[in-house]
């Protein structure tokens, strides 16, 4: 998918990029690749796929979607290289974006990321997710929280949802089939307070593949033993 490509695409989708924001993929390309020569960000370097599989596929929960629609708090948890929160907050300029990972290299990326794009309302934070979600100044604060292809859909429940207010949503961002997952990540969603609202699946264009949406709805508080710590959800998952 060449730039031009994925600005008509997303016109037709009803997301409209100035001139700056084209500008600002493109820089955000360009910083890609230079960093991935230092640091493990991506697999995906050619320009067609990163604009492809990497921006397009993020603004997917937008397209797909509307629970972005107003200037809500975001959080990514295991943000990587920014995705999906960074493509979203260039199309979307109104949403205030928190962003968590536990590698700090990654972090001090994100952070010249920001700072060279000039995004506002962007924080950065270099911690693991469950000490994040034990944090009472960020703990079931955010309308949304998002992570994509990060882990099975159980250890990003408890990664997740704890950080989601009452009412807000934990938002997956899969690739592959989740019937499987969805099943083994019942008991997750439903001990830390949430419901299981709706599985999104869609095709990416250039048949780059099946994506799905996957988004739980928060509907009462998570009980504070959760998320456990650092190391043990993985190791012991809610099943």
């Not at 493509?87 to 001090?108: C, E, F, G, M, Q």
């Not at 997740?160 to 961002?173: A, I, N």
Request: proline fraction near 5%.
């Amino acid at each position: 998918m060449t730039p031009e490509q994925f600005i008509l695409l997303l016109e037709k989708q009803g997301i409209h990029l100035t001139k700056e924001q084209e500008k600002q993929y493109d820089t955000y390309y360009r910083m890609l690749v230079e960093w991935n020569e230092k640091m493990n960000l991506t697999a995906i370097t050619d320009q067609a796929d990163v604009y492809l599989k990497h921006f397009y596929d993020c603004l997917t929960l937008a397209i797909h979607t509307d629970l972005l629609n107003e200037p809500i708090r975001v959080c990514d948890v295991g943000a990587g290289a920014g995705f999906p929160s960074i493509p979203l907050k260039i199309a979307l300029p109104h949403l205030h974006i928190t962003i968590v990972d536990s590698l700090n290299k990654r972090i001090t990326f994100l952070n010249e990321l920001v700072r060279v794009l000039a995004l506002k309302d962007v924080v950065c934070y270099h911690d693991r997710a469950e000490q994040f979600g034990q944090n009472k100044v960020y703990r079931e604060t955010f309308d949304i929280v998002t992570a994509r292809a990060v882990a099975r859909l159980n250890l990003l429940t408890e990664f997740c949802l704890p950080l989601v207010k009452k009412g807000g949503y934990f938002v997956s961002m899969k690739a592959a089939s989740t019937q499987e997952e969805k099943e083994e990540s019942q008991k997750a969603i439903t001990l830390l307070g949430g419901q299981l609202v709706d599985d999104i699946s869609f095709e990416l264009p250039q048949d780059a593949g099946s994506r799905h949406i996957i988004i739980v709805k928060k509907t009462k508080e998570t009980p504070n033993k959760y998320p456990r710590k650092a190391g043990i959800p993985a190791k012991s998952p809610i099943r």
